[in-house]
Protein backbone atom coordinates (compact mmCIF):
# COMPACT_ATOMS: atom_id res chain seq x y z
CA UNK A 1 0.00 0.00 0.00
CA UNK A 2 1.50 3.18 -1.24
CA UNK A 3 1.40 6.53 1.56
CA UNK A 4 2.25 9.38 1.56
CA UNK A 5 4.70 11.03 3.10
CA UNK A 6 2.31 13.11 5.76
CA UNK A 7 1.00 9.51 6.74
CA UNK A 8 3.94 7.87 7.31
CA UNK A 9 4.82 10.60 9.26
CA UNK A 10 1.95 10.67 11.63
CA UNK A 11 2.09 6.65 12.06
CA UNK A 12 4.83 7.50 14.02
CA UNK A 13 2.50 10.00 16.03
CA UNK A 14 1.84 8.85 19.95
CA UNK A 15 -1.21 10.52 21.01
CA UNK A 16 -1.22 12.02 24.01
CA UNK A 17 -3.29 10.73 27.38
CA UNK A 18 -4.67 12.08 30.57
CA UNK A 19 -1.87 11.59 33.55
CA UNK A 20 -4.73 9.11 35.30
CA UNK A 21 -4.11 6.82 32.44
CA UNK A 22 -0.58 7.02 31.99
CA UNK A 23 -0.09 3.96 34.64
CA UNK A 24 0.05 0.45 34.63
CA UNK A 25 -3.23 -1.22 33.99
CA UNK A 26 -3.54 -2.51 37.20
CA UNK A 27 -2.70 0.69 38.74
CA UNK A 28 -6.08 2.34 36.92
CA UNK A 29 -8.98 2.64 39.12
CA UNK A 30 -12.49 3.97 38.71
CA UNK A 31 -14.28 6.70 41.33
CA UNK A 32 -17.90 6.71 40.83
CA UNK A 33 -19.72 9.40 42.90
CA UNK A 34 -23.48 10.11 43.69
CA UNK A 35 -26.31 8.12 41.70
CA UNK A 36 -27.30 10.39 38.70
CA UNK A 37 -30.69 11.71 36.78
CA UNK A 38 -32.04 12.01 33.70
CA UNK A 39 -31.50 15.81 32.07
CA UNK A 40 -35.60 15.07 32.08
CA UNK A 41 -38.69 13.05 32.25
CA UNK A 42 -37.28 11.02 34.97
CA UNK A 43 -39.73 8.88 36.00
CA UNK A 44 -40.75 7.69 32.01
CA UNK A 45 -36.67 7.35 31.62
CA UNK A 46 -36.13 5.40 35.03
CA UNK A 47 -38.94 2.69 33.68
CA UNK A 48 -38.06 2.47 30.43
CA UNK A 49 -34.29 1.79 31.51
CA UNK A 50 -34.76 -0.14 34.85
CA UNK A 51 -31.44 -1.89 34.86
CA UNK A 52 -29.26 0.83 33.46
CA UNK A 53 -31.10 4.00 35.02
CA UNK A 54 -29.48 6.84 37.21
CA UNK A 55 -25.63 5.05 37.65
CA UNK A 56 -22.91 7.37 39.05
CA UNK A 57 -20.14 9.33 37.13
CA UNK A 58 -17.30 7.36 36.92
CA UNK A 59 -13.56 8.89 37.10
CA UNK A 60 -10.41 7.06 36.22
CA UNK A 61 -8.32 7.66 39.69
CA UNK A 62 -4.96 5.93 40.83
CA UNK A 63 -5.77 2.65 42.68
CA UNK A 64 -5.82 -0.90 42.39
CA UNK A 65 -7.87 -2.56 39.72
CA UNK A 66 -7.60 -6.48 39.46
CA UNK A 67 -9.89 -6.43 36.44
CA UNK A 68 -7.50 -4.82 33.98
CA UNK A 69 -5.86 -7.50 33.87
CA UNK A 70 -8.66 -9.78 32.40
CA UNK A 71 -8.95 -11.40 29.17
CA UNK A 72 -11.78 -9.58 26.95
CA UNK A 73 -13.27 -9.83 23.93
CA UNK A 74 -14.58 -6.38 22.33
CA UNK A 75 -16.45 -5.43 19.40
CA UNK A 76 -16.44 -1.76 17.63
CA UNK A 77 -18.86 0.06 15.66
CA UNK A 78 -18.09 3.31 14.01
CA UNK A 79 -21.81 4.84 13.44
CA UNK A 80 -23.25 7.46 11.44
CA UNK A 81 -21.41 10.26 9.17
CA UNK A 82 -17.56 10.05 9.20
CA UNK A 83 -15.57 12.19 12.20
CA UNK A 84 -11.90 12.69 11.84
CA UNK A 85 -10.36 10.36 14.58
CA UNK A 86 -12.47 7.70 14.30
CA UNK A 87 -9.69 5.42 13.66
CA UNK A 88 -7.75 6.77 16.66
CA UNK A 89 -10.72 5.47 19.12
CA UNK A 90 -10.24 2.27 18.03
CA UNK A 91 -6.32 2.32 18.43
CA UNK A 92 -6.74 3.35 21.99
CA UNK A 93 -9.38 0.98 22.97
CA UNK A 94 -6.97 -2.08 21.11
CA UNK A 95 -3.82 -0.79 22.87
CA UNK A 96 -5.78 -0.77 26.50
CA UNK A 97 -6.96 -4.19 25.49
CA UNK A 98 -3.21 -4.98 24.70
CA UNK A 99 -1.61 -3.78 27.58
CA UNK A 100 -4.43 -5.07 30.12
CA UNK A 101 -3.72 -8.74 28.49
CA UNK A 102 -2.09 -9.89 25.26
CA UNK A 103 -5.03 -12.64 24.48
CA UNK A 104 -7.34 -9.64 24.45
CA UNK A 105 -9.41 -9.34 21.09
CA UNK A 106 -10.79 -6.68 19.13
CA UNK A 107 -13.70 -7.50 16.86
CA UNK A 108 -14.54 -4.36 14.01
CA UNK A 109 -18.22 -4.98 12.74
CA UNK A 110 -18.38 -3.97 9.27
CA UNK A 111 -20.37 -1.23 7.75
CA UNK A 112 -22.00 0.10 11.15
CA UNK A 113 -24.24 -1.50 13.18
CA UNK A 114 -25.73 -3.54 11.02
CA UNK A 115 -22.57 -5.52 11.28
CA UNK A 116 -23.45 -6.02 14.60
CA UNK A 117 -27.53 -7.58 13.66
CA UNK A 118 -26.11 -9.23 10.63
CA UNK A 119 -22.75 -10.76 12.06
CA UNK A 120 -20.24 -9.11 9.79
CA UNK A 121 -16.97 -8.39 11.74
CA UNK A 122 -13.28 -9.19 11.40
CA UNK A 123 -10.26 -9.22 13.86
CA UNK A 124 -8.47 -6.36 14.60
CA UNK A 125 -4.96 -7.35 14.47
CA UNK A 126 -2.13 -4.88 15.63
CA UNK A 127 -0.34 -4.60 11.68
CA UNK A 128 -3.75 -3.68 10.58
CA UNK A 129 -4.46 -0.88 13.55
CA UNK A 130 -1.12 0.64 12.72
CA UNK A 131 -1.99 1.09 9.44
CA UNK A 132 -4.56 3.29 10.43
CA UNK A 133 -3.25 5.10 13.27
CA UNK A 134 -3.62 8.91 13.14
CA UNK A 135 -5.87 8.71 9.92
CA UNK A 136 -8.75 10.28 8.86
CA UNK A 137 -11.52 8.29 7.68
CA UNK A 138 -13.55 5.17 9.24
CA UNK A 139 -12.53 2.92 6.36
CA UNK A 140 -10.67 0.72 8.89
CA UNK A 141 -14.29 -1.60 9.42
CA UNK A 142 -16.77 1.34 7.69
CA UNK A 143 -19.67 2.80 8.96
CA UNK A 144 -23.26 2.83 8.33
CA UNK A 145 -26.39 4.88 9.41
CA UNK A 146 -28.92 1.74 10.38
CA UNK A 147 -30.31 1.90 13.75
CA UNK A 148 -30.69 -1.22 15.76
CA UNK A 149 -34.51 -0.70 16.26
CA UNK A 150 -36.83 -3.92 15.98
CA UNK A 151 -37.01 -6.52 18.41
CA UNK A 152 -35.70 -8.86 15.59
CA UNK A 153 -32.81 -6.71 15.50
CA UNK A 154 -32.23 -6.65 19.38
CA UNK A 155 -32.20 -10.35 19.35
CA UNK A 156 -29.74 -10.48 16.41
CA UNK A 157 -27.10 -8.30 17.76
CA UNK A 158 -27.31 -10.59 21.03
CA UNK A 159 -26.76 -13.43 18.72
CA UNK A 160 -24.00 -12.28 16.99
CA UNK A 161 -22.07 -10.81 20.50
CA UNK A 162 -22.98 -14.28 21.91
CA UNK A 163 -21.65 -15.86 19.19
CA UNK A 164 -17.81 -13.55 19.04
CA UNK A 165 -18.37 -14.58 22.98
CA UNK A 166 -17.73 -10.65 23.83
CA UNK A 167 -17.17 -9.45 26.94
CA UNK A 168 -18.24 -5.58 25.46
CA UNK A 169 -19.52 -3.88 22.55
CA UNK A 170 -18.22 -0.30 22.02
CA UNK A 171 -20.09 2.24 19.75
CA UNK A 172 -18.79 5.01 18.33
CA UNK A 173 -21.40 7.74 17.23
CA UNK A 174 -23.42 10.99 17.66
CA UNK A 175 -26.69 11.62 19.49
CA UNK A 176 -28.55 8.73 17.69
CA UNK A 177 -25.99 5.96 18.32
CA UNK A 178 -25.69 6.39 21.77
CA UNK A 179 -29.29 6.44 22.55
CA UNK A 180 -29.23 3.02 20.60
CA UNK A 181 -25.75 2.21 23.03
CA UNK A 182 -28.25 3.29 25.95
CA UNK A 183 -31.22 0.97 24.67
CA UNK A 184 -28.49 -2.41 23.46
CA UNK A 185 -27.13 -1.60 27.21
CA UNK A 186 -30.45 -1.99 29.05
CA UNK A 187 -31.39 -5.06 26.18
CA UNK A 188 -28.25 -7.06 27.25
CA UNK A 189 -28.58 -6.36 31.30
CA UNK A 190 -32.31 -7.54 31.15
CA UNK A 191 -31.21 -10.66 29.43
CA UNK A 192 -28.51 -10.98 32.04
CA UNK A 193 -26.49 -11.49 28.98
CA UNK A 194 -22.99 -10.13 30.80
CA UNK A 195 -22.11 -8.26 27.80
CA UNK A 196 -21.59 -4.36 28.11
CA UNK A 197 -22.18 -1.50 26.23
CA UNK A 198 -19.81 1.63 25.85
CA UNK A 199 -20.93 4.70 23.66
CA UNK A 200 -18.34 7.48 22.32
CA UNK A 201 -18.89 10.62 21.23
CA UNK A 202 -18.65 11.65 17.98
CA UNK A 203 -20.00 14.09 15.37
CA UNK A 204 -18.45 16.86 13.42
CA UNK A 205 -21.83 18.58 14.16
CA UNK A 206 -20.38 19.15 17.43
CA UNK A 207 -23.96 18.81 18.99
CA UNK A 208 -23.07 15.48 21.14
CA UNK A 209 -21.70 17.95 24.35
CA UNK A 210 -23.36 18.85 27.59
CA UNK A 211 -21.83 19.15 31.45
CA UNK A 212 -20.29 16.31 31.09
CA UNK A 213 -19.16 16.37 27.47
CA UNK A 214 -17.33 18.77 26.35
CA UNK A 215 -17.28 18.29 22.95
CA UNK A 216 -17.40 15.15 19.95
CA UNK A 217 -14.43 14.36 18.22
CA UNK A 218 -14.01 15.49 14.50
CA UNK A 219 -15.68 19.04 15.20
CA UNK A 220 -11.69 19.98 15.81
CA UNK A 221 -10.56 18.61 12.75
CA UNK A 222 -13.55 19.23 10.75
CA UNK A 223 -13.62 22.85 11.72
CA UNK A 224 -10.47 23.81 10.78
CA UNK A 225 -10.24 22.13 7.53
CA UNK A 226 -13.25 24.24 6.55
CA UNK A 227 -11.75 27.29 7.87
CA UNK A 228 -8.87 26.82 6.49
CA UNK A 229 -10.61 27.02 2.85
CA UNK A 230 -13.26 29.86 3.34
CA UNK A 231 -9.99 31.92 4.86
CA UNK A 232 -8.36 31.00 1.33
CA UNK A 233 -11.12 32.18 -0.12
CA UNK A 234 -11.60 35.54 1.66
CA UNK A 235 -8.03 36.63 0.77
CA UNK A 236 -9.10 35.32 -2.85
CA UNK A 237 -11.90 37.46 -2.71
CA UNK A 238 -10.17 40.23 -0.93
CA UNK A 239 -7.50 40.03 -4.08
CA UNK A 240 -9.75 40.17 -6.97
CA UNK A 241 -12.52 41.86 -5.35
CA UNK A 242 -15.07 40.94 -7.40
CA UNK A 243 -16.98 38.08 -6.42
CA UNK A 244 -19.51 37.01 -3.63
CA UNK A 245 -18.58 33.42 -2.07
CA UNK A 246 -22.01 31.51 -0.38
CA UNK A 247 -20.39 29.40 1.08
CA UNK A 248 -22.66 26.30 2.64
CA UNK A 249 -21.22 24.08 5.92
CA UNK A 250 -22.09 20.77 7.28
CA UNK A 251 -23.58 20.40 10.51
CA UNK A 252 -27.37 19.09 10.20
CA UNK A 253 -29.06 20.39 12.94
CA UNK A 254 -26.68 22.66 15.11
CA UNK A 255 -24.87 25.56 13.87
CA UNK A 256 -22.01 24.97 15.64
CA UNK A 257 -19.94 24.41 12.63
CA UNK A 258 -20.75 27.63 11.10
CA UNK A 259 -20.72 29.93 14.25
CA UNK A 260 -16.71 28.19 14.77
CA UNK A 261 -16.03 28.68 11.43
CA UNK A 262 -17.18 32.64 11.45
CA UNK A 263 -15.05 33.03 15.00
CA UNK A 264 -11.91 32.03 12.82
CA UNK A 265 -12.40 33.83 9.43
CA UNK A 266 -14.53 36.71 10.25
CA UNK A 267 -16.64 36.59 7.53
CA UNK A 268 -19.16 39.46 6.26
CA UNK A 269 -22.30 37.53 7.27
CA UNK A 270 -22.52 34.51 9.12
CA UNK A 271 -26.46 33.00 9.96
CA UNK A 272 -26.73 31.05 12.89
CA UNK A 273 -30.24 28.62 12.71
CA UNK A 274 -31.02 29.07 16.15
CA UNK A 275 -31.21 32.49 16.42
CA UNK A 276 -33.39 32.21 12.47
CA UNK A 277 -35.51 30.32 14.53
CA UNK A 278 -35.66 32.32 17.98
CA UNK A 279 -36.36 35.57 16.07
CA UNK A 280 -38.22 34.09 13.57
CA UNK A 281 -36.72 34.98 10.57
CA UNK A 282 -38.66 34.14 6.99
CA UNK A 283 -36.48 32.88 4.04
CA UNK A 284 -37.10 36.85 3.08
CA UNK A 285 -35.52 38.55 6.24
CA UNK A 286 -32.34 36.40 5.74
CA UNK A 287 -32.18 37.51 2.20
CA UNK A 288 -32.75 41.21 3.27
CA UNK A 289 -29.93 40.77 5.78
CA UNK A 290 -27.27 39.15 3.41
CA UNK A 291 -28.20 41.96 1.01
CA UNK A 292 -28.00 45.04 3.91
CA UNK A 293 -24.12 43.64 3.85
CA UNK A 294 -23.53 43.79 0.09
CA UNK A 295 -24.73 47.22 -0.34
CA UNK A 296 -23.34 48.81 2.65
CA UNK A 297 -20.25 47.28 1.40
CA UNK A 298 -20.90 48.30 -2.66
CA UNK A 299 -21.29 51.82 -1.02
CA UNK A 300 -17.50 51.79 0.33
CA UNK A 301 -16.87 50.29 -2.95
CA UNK A 302 -16.24 46.30 -1.88
CA UNK A 303 -17.93 44.43 -4.04
CA UNK A 304 -17.51 41.42 -2.53
CA UNK A 305 -17.64 39.31 0.49
CA UNK A 306 -18.03 35.96 1.96
CA UNK A 307 -21.49 34.83 3.53
CA UNK A 308 -21.43 31.54 5.55
CA UNK A 309 -24.70 29.04 5.54
CA UNK A 310 -25.22 26.38 7.99
CA UNK A 311 -26.56 23.23 6.45
CA UNK A 312 -29.27 23.00 8.57
CA UNK A 313 -30.99 26.45 8.48
CA UNK A 314 -33.62 25.71 6.28
CA UNK A 315 -35.11 23.75 8.83
CA UNK A 316 -35.13 26.37 11.15
CA UNK A 317 -37.04 29.13 8.91
CA UNK A 318 -40.29 28.85 10.54
CA UNK A 319 -42.07 28.80 7.09
CA UNK A 320 -40.11 26.16 5.44
CA UNK A 321 -39.62 24.14 8.91
CA UNK A 322 -43.22 24.11 8.27
CA UNK A 323 -42.97 22.75 5.19
CA UNK A 324 -40.38 19.73 5.75
CA UNK A 325 -43.11 18.55 8.62
CA UNK A 326 -45.56 18.78 6.03
CA UNK A 327 -43.25 16.79 3.82
CA UNK A 328 -42.12 14.68 6.20
CA UNK A 329 -45.44 13.25 7.01
CA UNK A 330 -47.26 12.64 3.99
CA UNK A 331 -44.34 11.21 2.93
CA UNK A 332 -44.47 8.18 5.62
CA UNK A 333 -47.92 8.25 5.07
CA UNK A 334 -48.68 7.86 1.67
CA UNK A 335 -44.93 6.92 0.45
CA UNK A 336 -46.77 4.51 -2.12
CA UNK A 337 -48.49 6.51 -3.78
CA UNK A 338 -45.88 9.21 -4.10
CA UNK A 339 -43.52 6.47 -5.61
CA UNK A 340 -45.55 5.60 -8.20
CA UNK A 341 -46.07 9.07 -9.33
CA UNK A 342 -44.26 9.68 -12.49
CA UNK A 343 -41.45 12.24 -12.36
CA UNK A 344 -40.80 15.73 -10.61
CA UNK A 345 -43.26 17.80 -11.90
CA UNK A 346 -46.24 15.04 -11.58
CA UNK A 347 -44.48 14.90 -7.85
CA UNK A 348 -44.38 18.64 -7.40
CA UNK A 349 -48.64 19.08 -8.42
CA UNK A 350 -49.54 16.19 -6.24
CA UNK A 351 -47.84 17.44 -3.21
CA UNK A 352 -49.53 20.75 -4.39
CA UNK A 353 -52.94 19.43 -3.43
CA UNK A 354 -51.63 17.59 -0.09
CA UNK A 355 -49.79 20.31 1.79
CA UNK A 356 -51.59 23.20 3.97
CA UNK A 357 -51.67 26.77 1.77
CA UNK A 358 -49.04 28.60 3.05
CA UNK A 359 -46.62 25.08 2.74
CA UNK A 360 -47.50 24.78 -1.01
CA UNK A 361 -46.88 28.34 -1.18
CA UNK A 362 -43.27 28.19 -0.35
CA UNK A 363 -42.55 24.83 -2.40
CA UNK A 364 -44.24 26.94 -5.17
CA UNK A 365 -41.62 29.68 -4.66
CA UNK A 366 -38.88 27.78 -4.90
CA UNK A 367 -36.89 27.39 -7.99
CA UNK A 368 -38.28 23.80 -9.29
CA UNK A 369 -34.55 22.17 -8.60
CA UNK A 370 -34.54 23.18 -5.44
CA UNK A 371 -37.91 22.34 -4.29
CA UNK A 372 -36.93 18.59 -6.18
CA UNK A 373 -34.19 18.41 -3.42
CA UNK A 374 -36.61 18.77 -0.41
CA UNK A 375 -38.77 15.66 -1.91
CA UNK A 376 -35.07 13.42 -1.95
CA UNK A 377 -34.94 9.88 0.39
CA UNK A 378 -34.90 10.52 4.08
CA UNK A 379 -32.38 8.83 6.13
CA UNK A 380 -33.00 6.26 8.62
CA UNK A 381 -33.72 8.17 11.28
CA UNK A 382 -36.16 10.04 9.39
CA UNK A 383 -34.20 13.32 8.71
CA UNK A 384 -34.49 15.28 5.63
CA UNK A 385 -31.01 15.21 4.43
CA UNK A 386 -30.02 19.03 4.33
CA UNK A 387 -26.54 17.82 3.14
CA UNK A 388 -27.91 17.63 -0.19
CA UNK A 389 -30.12 21.09 -0.01
CA UNK A 390 -28.86 23.63 -2.11
CA UNK A 391 -29.44 26.69 0.21
CA UNK A 392 -26.46 27.98 -0.72
CA UNK A 393 -27.68 28.55 -4.77
CA UNK A 394 -31.15 29.47 -2.95
CA UNK A 395 -29.76 32.07 -1.29
CA UNK A 396 -27.58 33.45 -4.17
CA UNK A 397 -30.37 33.31 -6.28
CA UNK A 398 -33.20 35.26 -4.12
CA UNK A 399 -29.99 37.98 -2.85
CA UNK A 400 -29.34 38.09 -6.94
CA UNK A 401 -33.10 38.92 -7.29
CA UNK A 402 -33.59 41.36 -4.30
CA UNK A 403 -30.80 43.32 -5.26
CA UNK A 404 -31.75 44.00 -9.25
CA UNK A 405 -35.23 45.09 -7.58
CA UNK A 406 -33.27 47.80 -5.00
CA UNK A 407 -31.40 48.65 -7.91
CA UNK A 408 -34.25 49.17 -9.77
CA UNK A 409 -35.79 51.83 -6.69
CA UNK A 410 -31.91 53.31 -5.73
CA UNK A 411 -31.40 51.81 -2.69
CA UNK A 412 -28.16 49.71 -4.41
CA UNK A 413 -25.09 51.01 -7.14
CA UNK A 414 -23.01 48.11 -6.79
CA UNK A 415 -22.20 45.13 -9.08
CA UNK A 416 -22.96 41.42 -7.60
CA UNK A 417 -21.30 38.55 -8.98
CA UNK A 418 -21.69 35.51 -7.06
CA UNK A 419 -20.06 31.74 -6.70
CA UNK A 420 -21.80 29.24 -4.57
CA UNK A 421 -19.85 26.45 -2.39
CA UNK A 422 -20.32 23.54 0.18
CA UNK A 423 -17.94 22.03 2.31
CA UNK A 424 -18.78 19.22 4.18
CA UNK A 425 -17.50 15.84 3.05
CA UNK A 426 -14.03 17.85 2.58
CA UNK A 427 -13.58 17.89 6.39
CA UNK A 428 -15.19 14.58 7.59
CA UNK A 429 -11.76 12.60 7.14
CA UNK A 430 -9.24 15.09 7.16
CA UNK A 431 -5.91 13.63 9.09
CA UNK A 432 -7.07 14.51 12.75
CA UNK A 433 -5.56 17.32 14.58
CA UNK A 434 -3.88 16.44 17.58
CA UNK A 435 -6.27 17.60 19.42
CA UNK A 436 -8.50 15.25 17.90
CA UNK A 437 -5.51 12.42 17.33
CA UNK A 438 -4.90 13.03 21.76
CA UNK A 439 -9.02 13.36 22.52
CA UNK A 440 -9.90 10.31 20.40
CA UNK A 441 -7.10 7.82 21.51
CA UNK A 442 -8.05 8.89 25.25
CA UNK A 443 -11.97 7.98 24.69
CA UNK A 444 -10.71 4.66 23.02
CA UNK A 445 -8.44 3.90 25.79
CA UNK A 446 -11.33 5.24 28.36
CA UNK A 447 -13.49 2.66 26.91
CA UNK A 448 -11.18 -0.09 27.82
CA UNK A 449 -10.59 0.93 31.53
CA UNK A 450 -15.06 1.30 31.82
CA UNK A 451 -14.86 -2.30 30.42
CA UNK A 452 -12.30 -3.76 32.19
CA UNK A 453 -13.81 -2.11 35.58
CA UNK A 454 -17.13 -3.86 34.41
CA UNK A 455 -19.14 -1.04 33.96
CA UNK A 456 -21.74 -0.76 30.97
CA UNK A 457 -24.58 1.78 29.70
CA UNK A 458 -21.58 4.66 29.95
CA UNK A 459 -20.11 6.94 27.26
CA UNK A 460 -16.30 7.27 27.50
CA UNK A 461 -15.33 10.53 28.87
CA UNK A 462 -12.35 13.12 28.83
CA UNK A 463 -12.89 16.71 30.41
CA UNK A 464 -11.02 19.76 31.06
CA UNK A 465 -10.35 19.88 27.50
CA UNK A 466 -8.59 23.48 27.21
CA UNK A 467 -5.83 22.15 29.55
CA UNK A 468 -2.94 20.19 28.72
CA UNK A 469 -3.46 16.61 27.97
CA UNK A 470 -1.98 15.21 30.94
CA UNK A 471 -4.65 17.49 33.31
CA UNK A 472 -7.35 16.23 31.05
CA UNK A 473 -10.11 14.20 33.25
CA UNK A 474 -11.20 10.76 31.87
CA UNK A 475 -14.01 8.73 33.29
CA UNK A 476 -17.22 7.68 31.55
CA UNK A 477 -21.18 9.15 31.90
CA UNK A 478 -23.96 7.00 32.34
CA UNK A 479 -25.74 7.67 29.35
CA UNK A 480 -29.35 7.94 30.83
CA UNK A 481 -28.03 11.00 32.43
CA UNK A 482 -28.00 12.56 29.15
CA UNK A 483 -31.38 11.52 27.70
CA UNK A 484 -35.06 13.34 27.57
CA UNK A 485 -38.61 12.41 25.63
CA UNK A 486 -38.90 13.41 22.11
CA UNK A 487 -41.06 13.45 19.99
CA UNK A 488 -39.64 11.52 16.37
CA UNK A 489 -42.18 10.54 13.78
CA UNK A 490 -44.82 11.13 15.37
CA UNK A 491 -43.80 8.63 18.31
CA UNK A 492 -42.63 9.61 21.68
CA UNK A 493 -39.71 7.73 22.11
CA UNK A 494 -36.41 8.11 24.61
CA UNK A 495 -33.35 10.50 22.90
CA UNK A 496 -30.06 12.02 23.98
CA UNK A 497 -30.84 15.95 24.10
CA UNK A 498 -28.87 17.68 21.04
CA UNK A 499 -26.88 20.09 22.38
CA UNK A 500 -27.63 23.54 19.56
CA UNK A 501 -26.06 27.05 20.02
CA UNK A 502 -26.92 28.76 23.18
CA UNK A 503 -27.76 32.40 22.20
CA UNK A 504 -26.91 33.19 25.80
CA UNK A 505 -23.25 31.00 25.30
CA UNK A 506 -19.68 32.55 25.42
CA UNK A 507 -19.46 31.63 21.45
CA UNK A 508 -22.26 33.42 19.95
CA UNK A 509 -21.92 36.61 21.98
CA UNK A 510 -18.75 37.01 20.90
CA UNK A 511 -19.82 36.28 17.49
CA UNK A 512 -22.44 38.86 18.04
CA UNK A 513 -20.56 41.29 19.56
CA UNK A 514 -18.15 42.29 16.22
CA UNK A 515 -20.86 41.25 13.33
CA UNK A 516 -21.82 44.35 13.04
CA UNK A 517 -18.11 45.69 11.96
CA UNK A 518 -17.88 42.07 9.45
CA UNK A 519 -20.60 42.77 7.56
CA UNK A 520 -19.47 46.26 6.05
CA UNK A 521 -15.85 46.10 6.70
CA UNK A 522 -13.18 44.01 5.48
CA UNK A 523 -12.04 41.98 8.51
CA UNK A 524 -11.36 38.66 7.26
CA UNK A 525 -8.90 36.77 9.50
CA UNK A 526 -7.02 33.90 7.67
CA UNK A 527 -6.41 30.70 9.73
CA UNK A 528 -4.47 28.56 7.25
CA UNK A 529 -3.80 24.97 7.64
CA UNK A 530 -3.90 22.42 10.24
CA UNK A 531 -0.73 22.21 11.51
CA UNK A 532 1.22 18.57 12.93
CA UNK A 533 4.13 19.40 13.69
CA UNK A 534 5.49 22.32 15.60
CA UNK A 535 5.03 24.22 18.95
CA UNK A 536 2.20 23.00 20.62
CA UNK A 537 0.26 26.68 20.56
CA UNK A 538 -0.37 26.25 17.21
CA UNK A 539 -0.83 22.26 16.79
CA UNK A 540 -2.39 21.54 20.00
CA UNK A 541 -4.82 24.39 20.21
CA UNK A 542 -8.47 23.25 20.92
CA UNK A 543 -11.27 25.02 18.90
CA UNK A 544 -12.48 29.10 19.94
CA UNK A 545 -15.90 27.42 20.90
CA UNK A 546 -14.13 25.14 23.40
CA UNK A 547 -12.07 27.46 24.75
CA UNK A 548 -14.61 30.49 24.77
CA UNK A 549 -17.07 27.96 26.49
CA UNK A 550 -14.43 26.66 29.25
CA UNK A 551 -13.69 30.32 30.31
CA UNK A 552 -17.40 31.46 30.45
CA UNK A 553 -18.04 28.87 32.97
P1 LIG B 1 -23.22 12.39 12.19
O1 LIG B 1 -24.10 13.22 13.06
O2 LIG B 1 -23.71 11.03 11.94
O3 LIG B 1 -21.83 12.40 12.71
O4 LIG B 1 -23.11 13.06 10.74
C1 LIG B 1 -23.08 14.40 10.56
C2 LIG B 1 -23.07 14.81 9.10
O5 LIG B 1 -21.76 15.00 8.63
C3 LIG B 1 -23.90 16.08 8.92
O6 LIG B 1 -23.12 17.23 9.13
C4 LIG B 1 -24.45 15.92 7.54
O7 LIG B 1 -25.67 16.57 7.38
C5 LIG B 1 -24.63 14.44 7.40
O8 LIG B 1 -23.70 13.84 8.26
C6 LIG B 1 -24.45 13.95 6.00
O9 LIG B 1 -24.78 12.61 5.95
P2 LIG B 1 -24.31 11.57 4.84
O10 LIG B 1 -22.89 11.24 5.15
O11 LIG B 1 -25.20 10.42 5.08
O12 LIG B 1 -24.45 12.23 3.53
Redesign the pocket.
Known sequence: MEVSVLQKLRYAYQPKLPGSLCREPEDISVRLGEATEAAADREELRELFPHTYGKPIATFTRGRNEGMRRQLRVGVIL?????PGGHNVIAGLYDGLRRGNEASALYGFLGGPSGLIKNRSRLLDGETVDRYRNTGGFDIIGSG?DKIETPEQFAASLDTAKGLGLNAVVIV?????NTNAALLAEYFEERRAGIQVIGCP????G??KNGYIEA?F?FDT?CKTYSELIGNIERDANSAKKYWHFIKL???AASH?ALECALETQPNVCLISEEVEARGMSLEDIVNQICASVAARAERGDNFGVVLIP??VVEFIPEMGLLIDELNDILVREGDAFAALDGPEEQLAWLDRKLSGPSALVLGSLPPEIAQEFLMER?PHG?V????IETEKLLMEMARRRLSRMKEEGGYRGKFSALSHFF??EG?CAFPSNFDADYCYSLGFGAFVLIASGLTGYISSVRNLTAPAPEWVAGGVPLTMMMNLERRRGRIKPVIQKALVELLGPPFRTFARQRDAWAVETRFTYPGSIQYFGPPEICDIPTRTLLLERKGQ
Open positions: SGGQARGGDDSKTIDDLSGAMGRIEGDNQVSRGYR
